[in-house]
């Protein structure tokens, strides 16, 4: 017997079909089985499905990991209530900063400078990755979610001018910062 059939012009076989922007599309009720047989797909019938293979043995992720809160495994925090033009390290190997607030309580601008070195960066020498600036009295936040890559380390240090070479001192203790890294 043929699975096909011939539908007359005219009056014939009805078809069950959804008409989308003035066009029928022919709807289809998905069914498994042998040859000759039919199967509708359903909650208690559900559509089969075989694995090709495995994944191989190691570190393999599939999906979405940690999306949970959870009390280990998040961003670490380097925090300095004076950061000055004497270099700290953040962190002294590869890592991403995902953030950062600071604030900057003194009445001129001030340019926290972050460093791709694996030790504290002489602020002046050093070739800063990032200036950032701060003005005066205020507060800057930023969240990067994929992180800003950094390939030997993190330092930091701020000035009172924007120019890499810059070694002026910001007013005594009126920088804060919090970064956010991995």
Same mark, same amino acid.
């Given at each position: 017997?043929?699975?096909?059939?011939?539908?007359?012009?005219g009056a014939?076989?009805l078809?069950a079909?959804d008409?989308?922007?003035?066009v029928?599309v022919?709807?289809a009720?998905l069914?498994?089985?042998?040859?000759?047989?039919?199967v509708?797909v359903?909650?208690?019938?559900?559509?089969p499905?075989?694995?090709v /293979?495995?994944?191989?043995?190691? =570190?393999?992720t599939?999906?979405a990991?940690? #999306?949970? $809160? %959870?009390?280990?495994?998040?961003?670490s925090?380097y925090r300095n209530t004076?950061l000055s033009?004497?270099g700290?390290?953040?962190k002294?190997s590869?890592?991403?900063?995902?953030?950062?607030?600071?604030?900057?309580?003194?009445?001129?601008?001030?340019?926290?400078?972050?460093?791709d070195a694996? /030790?504290?960066?002489?602020?002046g =020498?050093?070739?800063?990755?990032?200036?950032l #600036?701060? $003005? %005066?009295?205020?507060?800057?936040?930023a969240?990067?979610t994929?992180?800003?890559?950094?390939?030997n380390?993190?330092?930091?240090g701020?000035?009172?001018?924007?120019?890499?070479?810059?070694?002026?001192?910001?007013?005594?203790?009126t920088?804060?910062v919090?970064?956010?890294?991995?």
């Amino acid at each position: 017997m043929s699975d096909n059939i011939t539908l007359p012009q005219g009056a014939g076989t009805l078809l069950a079909t959804d008409e989308i922007l003035g066009v029928h599309v022919l709807r289809a009720k998905l069914q498994t089985g042998a040859d000759g047989t039919a199967v509708d797909v359903s909650q208690t019938d559900p559509l089969p499905v075989s694995l090709v /293979g495995s994944l191989p043995a190691g =570190t393999n992720t599939v999906g979405a990991v940690n #999306m949970k $809160p %959870a009390t280990s495994g998040g961003l670490s925090v380097y925090r300095n209530t004076g950061l000055s033009t004497t270099g700290q390290s953040v962190k002294s190997s590869a890592g991403q900063v995902f953030g950062w607030h600071l604030a900057n309580w003194s009445s001129a601008d001030a340019f926290v400078k972050l460093y791709d070195a694996a /030790g504290a960066p002489t602020v002046g =020498t050093t070739q800063p990755a990032l200036t950032l #600036m701060v $003005p %005066a009295g205020q507060v800057v936040s930023a969240e990067h979610t994929n992180g800003i890559a950094f390939t030997n380390g993190i330092g930091i240090g701020a000035t009172a001018a924007a120019s890499d070479n810059n070694t002026s001192q910001p007013g005594p203790n009126t920088i804060i910062v919090n970064v956010f890294y991995k």
